[in-house]
């Protein structure tokens, strides 16, 4: 089914399906209490990769540490990843702290409020940006996520395989709310997330669906000890590294290397400490 064959009659009753779910089973989450765009952007950003739950209590530590951009974007690098710890995908702290100086310094503390200049800013991409649209300045931003993904797959599509975004996003659009985008996302991701819960996922029949890789041994997981290491101690030797980290010595040494060429980390002599 396409947006355009779908009847106004069907968009109404989808609709009203979507917010009597979401009327009764509000999720209550932190940042959806606020309209603060910065507050807005560093959920958002949490998000990506995070499940809810885990996000939600770090959001909580980050804001307290970190109330806005100014705070953010001076801060050590080596503080931004210890308040980040346990997020894992630690890129999106970088990034964070990036988009937070260039926020500071070239918009006045501002945070553009269109897609186009949002998406210039360090790791923020289409959905990001579309996200920060909708939920910081209620513009009627078409987005797609894993949540909204398995809405209209149970609705529209249940007798398919997979099915792509690009058929989706047709239907997001003819369907969206466009005088309270903010609570209609809020309500279409509420409806997802029970969806997700169900026996029968029905993300499984997007043509995206990819199982994750197992954390246990992967080089995320040394990534991760690596940076937990030297939120503890400032300045290591490579020895010291491998002396403390459980971890075979070749993966220490190509997840160091990594990180140095990423920016997280610089060598000084014979030791390693977190950029600033």
Request: hydrophobic share 35%; with cysteine; proline share 5%.
């Amino acid at each position: 089914m396409s947006g355009k064959s779908l009847p106004t009659r069907s968009i109404r009753k989808f609709q009203e399906a979507i917010f009597r779910y979401h009327r009764d089973n509000r999720r209550d989450l932190p940042w959806r209490k606020t309209r603060n765009p910065y507050r807005i952007l560093v959920s958002e950003v949490m998000l990506q990769q995070t499940q809810v739950e885990r996000a939600a209590g770090k959001y909580r530590e980050f804001i307290r540490t970190f109330p806005d951009f100014a705070s953010l974007a001076k801060a050590p690098l080596r503080e931004v990843l210890r308040v980040w710890q346990g997020m894992g995908y630690n890129r999106r702290a970088v990034s964070l702290k990036k988009t937070a100086r260039l926020v500071a310094t070239e918009f006045g503390g501002k945070l553009p409020s269109s897609a186009d200049e949002l998406m210039r800013l360090p790791g923020i991409g289409t959905y990001s940006a579309s996200a920060v649209c909708a939920f910081a300045f209620n513009t009627p931003a078409v987005f797609i996520e894993t949540n909204i993904r398995r809405v209209f797959i149970h609705f529209f599509f249940d007798d398919r395989e997979r099915v792509k975004d690009s058929e989706i996003l047709p239907l997001v659009e003819k369907t969206l709310d466009y005088s309270n985008p903010r609570e209609w996302y809020y309500a279409l991701m509420d409806y997802g997330a029970m969806l997700g819960k169900s026996r029968k996922n029905p993300n499984r029949k997007s043509a995206h669906y990819k199982k994750q890789a197992p954390f246990q041994g992967s080089n995320r997981q040394v990534r991760g000890m690596l940076l937990a290491l030297f939120v503890r101690h400032p300045r290591l030797s490579e020895p010291e590294m491998l002396r403390e980290l459980k971890a075979d010595p070749g993966r220490i040494r190509e997840n160091l290397a990594s990180l140095v060429k990423e920016g997280f980390l610089k060598k000084q002599g014979n030791r390693f400490t977190v950029c600033l």
